[in-house]
């Protein structure tokens, strides 16, 4: 574990599969994502993580290099060094193809060196998609279609993306969805892969996985990371989603600046809780709220030094 750093690095969830119905300022096109991001530099960000999206309907383009490249030229034209990073198909067609399938724009735009795309995204295991009402089973949930209910992650397909990523010097941004993610995780660094890691801890209250989403919940990852980790130094991510409550992401996240830890805000995370806010807003209240801890936002250039 590491000691605390002055410096805390401000991830935005900037609009994942949110509707303008569920939030009217979530940006969709390229050039509205590529603004976004901008101002949530201008603010505080280091990183940002976004999904490509239909610029007509909105709907989901999760591997679309060509969507992802737009935004992220259209970034680098403005000035930014910004770290930023794309998702992956949730599913696939066939398992045997499915490295191609899922990661190959992630793959094509590392590669792309003017581009500056140095962090890749990779979920450290399966869980059931379920989407809870109140913590509780929604009525239909054992009618969900098989092949919709579970998100496979296989051990063998991360630890070949794990070896792209390192193959190109990435740095690897491990979703942790449950405990044994956390375990998995630091397996795959004893066995020396991952070697630029960052732990996002995903406390969620919309999904049923993982610890409960409160400061208690935060401090079980964080004393197995303190058992598992020795002495490395692995900076880590507190990463609040589907939570209805202002004042309960608040908590979550003053309890990680708090411990050292790093923070990711954002109305695609949130869109409920940041009614009224854009990213911008949220990430200039988490600066506001470091400064009470004396850390202050890293800059992109910071974040990658951090990182390395």
């Not at 201008?42 to 969507?67: C, M, N």
């Not at 079980?220 to 002495?231: C, S």
Request: charged share 20%; with cysteine; hydrophobic share 40%.
């Amino acid at each position: 574990m590491s000691q605390i750093t002055a410096k805390l690095l401000i991830e935005v969830g900037m609009n994942e599969a949110v509707s303008r119905s569920e939030h009217p300022s979530i940006p969709i096109t390229p050039a509205e994502i590529a603004d976004d991001i901008l101002e949530c530099a201008d603010a505080g960000a280091s990183i940002v993580h976004f999904h490509a999206r239909d610029p007509d309907s909105g709907e989901q383009r999760y591997g679309s290099t060509g969507l992802y490249r737009d935004v992220v030229c259209r970034v680098r034209q403005a000035g930014s060094s910004i770290l930023m990073y794309p998702t992956y198909p949730p599913f696939y067609s066939d398992p045997r193809c499915c490295i191609d399938e899922r990661f190959a724009h992630v793959f094509d735009l590392a590669d792309e060196q003017e581009l500056g795309m140095k962090l890749g995204p990779l979920d450290m295991g399966s869980l059931n998609l379920v989407f809870a009402q109140d913590g509780k089973l929604p009525p239909n949930a054992h009618e969900m279609p098989m092949d919709w209910s579970v998100y496979l992650n296989p051990v063998p397909i991360l630890w070949q993306v794990a070896k792209e990523y390192d193959r190109r010097d990435m740095i690897t941004s491990l979703a942790i969805f449950e405990l044994g993610h956390l375990r998995l995780a630091m397996a795959f660094l004893d066995a020396g892969l991952c070697r630029r890691p960052i732990l996002k801890f995903f406390l969620s209250g919309g999904w049923l996985h993982g610890p409960l989403p409160n400061p208690g919940g935060l401090a079980v990852y964080i004393e197995m990371l303190r058992g598992l980790g020795g002495q490395r130094s692995i900076e880590w991510f507190c990463a609040p989603t589907g939570i209805h409550s202002p004042a309960e992401i608040e908590a979550l996240l003053r309890a990680a600046i708090g411990q050292g830890g790093h923070v990711r805000v954002g109305i695609g995370d949130n869109p409920s809780a940041s009614a009224g806010k854009t990213n911008r807003t949220l990430v200039a209240e988490v600066v506001e709220m470091a400064a009470e801890y004396d850390r202050k936002p890293a800059r992109p250039d910071e974040a990658v030094g951090l990182l390395s």
